[in-house]
């Protein structure tokens, strides 16, 4: 037992609007929509998580501050942070679901507990494997003009890993884009597809099939979430690897997936899989199937870029890099004090005990939609 106790629990919730709108196969989206999450002890130590949700994906922001303020609030006071697995499970059982919210708080309970260890938070769930990630950036624009443009200029910052968000212009619009890309970049260029569950059950096997001349690294999520044996049929059916986002959630879902060889990948993200710890879970599922793993993201601020930094930082094996580029290279601004550590085109892991970055209380204020207390 530690002699800090959390004293008083802060719901933040924020809109940071996005330079431009991103579409993909299950919506378009404007705005970065988050709630932040934040830890006080009575020893004047804050710890910060960040719950990024997305309706048609993993849930909505007011119902994650719905269980943050209601739920997560009132068993957390007076609790030692440093007890993080007994907190976190006796949170399984006062609510099911809202896996966002529990990765804000799993976040914030180990960013006490590094700031109390003088550790970072990758440190005290394993270990740095390494300090520095390639980043990808998703192109998602409908205007893909404004596209190239932004491209190119990243690629002048060192970006060389592009995913194209595909399946919401048709099947004509992604062709061309892949055929430009490779005629400006060549072989230089790391394309990669992402569906968002875009493209139809019965057409998908011919469609991606279509995307193969263009040697992409992989094809994410082609179909719905639910579609698990489509999905693993067109893993068997195609030559290039398939992802599973939406299908592969929480380590059950690993277990499934793995047995049915739903995918060569699994995108890995602390909001499915209701944390950090949790994540590496499915990533230790994955390693033992043989299946690889990538650093996906929600639309977040830098708040849990970092903690799906720290994640990525402590998986041993990592070869796809991260998509960590929101507050770079999407969004209109950001919430973080310092920026968040993008350079050379790779996500270098914030340094310091626990986290490793910490909001503005200026800019927290300015984006700010509602304070629960």
């Not at 430009?180 to 597809?193: H, M, S, T």
């Not at 599973?244 to 890995?268: C, I, K, N, T, Y």
């Amino acid at each position: 037992m530690s002699e800090h106790k959390i004293e008083a629990v802060r719901v933040h919730l924020v809109t940071v609007p996005a330079r431009t709108v991103h579409s993909h196969g299950s919506g378009d989206v404007g705005a970065i929509c988050s709630v932040l999450l934040e830890l006080v002890t009575d020893t004047g130590l804050t710890g910060w998580g960040e719950a990024s949700p997305w309706p048609v994906f993993t849930g909505t922001v007011e119902g994650n501050a719905a269980a943050m303020h209601g739920y997560f609030a009132p068993y957390l006071r007076g609790r030692d942070p440093v007890q993080v697995d007994v907190l976190m499970n006796a949170v399984e059982k006062i609510l099911v679901g809202h896996h966002e919210a529990k990765a804000a708080l799993e976040c914030a309970l180990l960013d006490l507990t590094g700031q109390i260890c003088g550790l970072s938070i990758a440190e005290l769930v394993g270990g740095r494997h390494r300090e520095a990630i390639p980043l990808s950036f998703s192109v998602a624009n409908p205007d893909f003009g404004k596209d190239l443009d932004d491209i190119a200029a990243m690629w002048a910052d060192g970006v060389r890993l592009f995913k194209l968000k595909t399946g919401f212009a048709g099947h004509g619009f992604d062709l061309m884009r892949l055929e430009k890309l490779r005629a400006v970049y060549g072989d230089e260029i790391d394309l990669r597809i992402d569906y968002n569950q875009g493209l139809p059950a019965f057409d998908a096997i011919r469609q991606v099939r279509d995307l193969e001349p263009f040697r992409p690294t992989f094809v994410e999520q082609p179909v719905k979430r639910h579609e698990r044996e489509a999905l693993a049929a067109i893993t068997r059916s195609v030559d290039v690897p398939i992802m599973a986002d939406e299908s592969v959630f929480d380590p059950r879902e690993a277990l499934l997936g793995a047995q049915m060889r739903l995918s060569d990948v699994f995108s890995l993200k602390i909001m499915k899989s209701a944390g950090i710890r949790r994540a590496l879970e499915v990533a230790a599922i994955a390693r033992a199937a043989g299946i690889e793993v990538y650093g996906g993201c929600m639309f977040e601020t830098s708040i849990a870029h970092a903690a799906g930094a720290q994640l990525m930082a402590a998986v041993p094996d990592l070869r796809l890099g991260c998509e960590f580029y929101m507050s770079t290279y999407y969004a209109a601004d950001d919430i973080a004090q310092e920026p968040f550590p993008v350079e050379g085109g790779m996500v270098h892991v914030p340094n310091g005990p626990g986290l490793g970055v910490r909001p503005d209380a200026e800019k927290l204020a300015r984006y700010r939609s509602e304070l629960l207390t």
